[in-house]
């Protein structure tokens, strides 16, 4: 029997493939993911860094100044803010919400630690009048405590407990100066404890002589500045729009003053006495309208911190104005006699000093020579018709050494010879000044009129005084004022 068997009957297909190649292929593929996994890392890598070298960490809030509770409620939200700006310190750059609520809690921080410092202040004051004995005026609640205290434990209780929050609170329980202190008994910030006008009033620095023979001494102009600076500075709100004091807010906003005779408050004065509008001129309104006056109002929409800046300068000197005017000069002891003489011998140089000067310059302002000389009296320059009354001998020596001098000298030589201490008769015709301001008296000469001119002291005799003029002897009893050198103050020009 034949054996049997199987028999492949299809079509054989030949195997091309190269199993090298295909190795190959997929070993560069799994090297290029890993290289684009690593180039990915490396990216991230670098992004990490580079935020971490611009990391944002979160500022610092002094607690100064506040008192324990408030303090304790601060460093609570600094606390989350730091933490808030901690976690996401790296993203802030990437994520502009996360930046802007970053921005925003700083800014609400710092209105918040405003607010607590200016509470903890007016604590403190409260507290700082009943230590000085003046408690009474303070308000008082319904079980007999001081209403600040009473007040303050509430906002305590309301926060420990969680009914409210802190700042509703506060607006619940308020302490500020306007209710916690006796309305008639408001006392503003700059009479408080350290009373600034009664501080000036006791220390004054100004001093001066009276006429009546007693030294005097006075709030000096320089202590009044540095006051009405201090209580301008405390009217001014803070970048935040509040006042640092609410004491200095109640005043404020509720200042009163008397314009006229007519009573109205210190915004109001402000735009009748010294609003001034885009041109720099006071307007004088008499009837502001709502708007002007929500321009100074710190909590409105309008407000305007620059002309709020101006209201604040405006009332801090009316102020000041007012608590100076009845606080005059005060006698405090007797001149001596030591002192009146040399006041007397001061008044006299200086009055000298000033009469030699006023003389001087109406002389040199004169337009010419012969305008600036006073004649002798009753004698005009026409020789001497009376030649006894101001006749004089001289020597020619004395005569000045100007071209008419030379011609004087000439013919006084022709005269009397060429000896210098020979004398010659002359007529004094006048006074005036040289060039140099100094007195001079002009001669002629008896013999032929030649005319000239000598110092002064060389003819004074009291008979040729007593003819001149009242101008003339003005001008001879002037004496010019020394000038001393500075070497600290020379010019060579």
Known sequence: MAQEGLFFTGTVLKNNRNLLQEEAARQQLAMQREQ???????AADKRK??????????????????????????????SEYQSFVTDNSMDFDDNPELKNQKLKNEGDLSVQGSRYKSISSDLTSYRNLIKNGNGDKLALAEDGSYLFEYNLNKQKEAVNSGDMTINEAIEAYPTDAQSMVNKSEFIPFYMVDDDYFEKDDQNREGKFEGTDGYNYVSISDDQKSQTTTKIISKLKVNLNNNHNDSNAAAIYNNEQFTIDGESMSAKEAFFLQAYENEDGEVEKITAPSQELMDQLDPQSENFNKELSDQYAEYLGQKIADREYENREAKRSSKISADSIAEKKKKEQEEAQLQYNIDTYNDIRNTATTEELGYQIHDTKYQGAENPQNNKVDIKISSIKGTTQGAAMKKSMENQIGKDYNGMAPVIVVGVTLDGDGQVVARVRNVEDGVEAYVSWNKVAAKHIYDAMSPEGKQLIDYRQPKVEFDPNNHSTD
């Open 36 to 42: 684009l996994e690593l180039q990915k890392q490396a």
């Open 49 to 78: 860094e580079a935020r971490k070298k611009n990391e944002t960490k979160p500022g610092s809030y002094s607690l100064d100044g506040m008192d324990p509770f408030y303090a304790e409620q601060f460093q609570g939200s600094v």
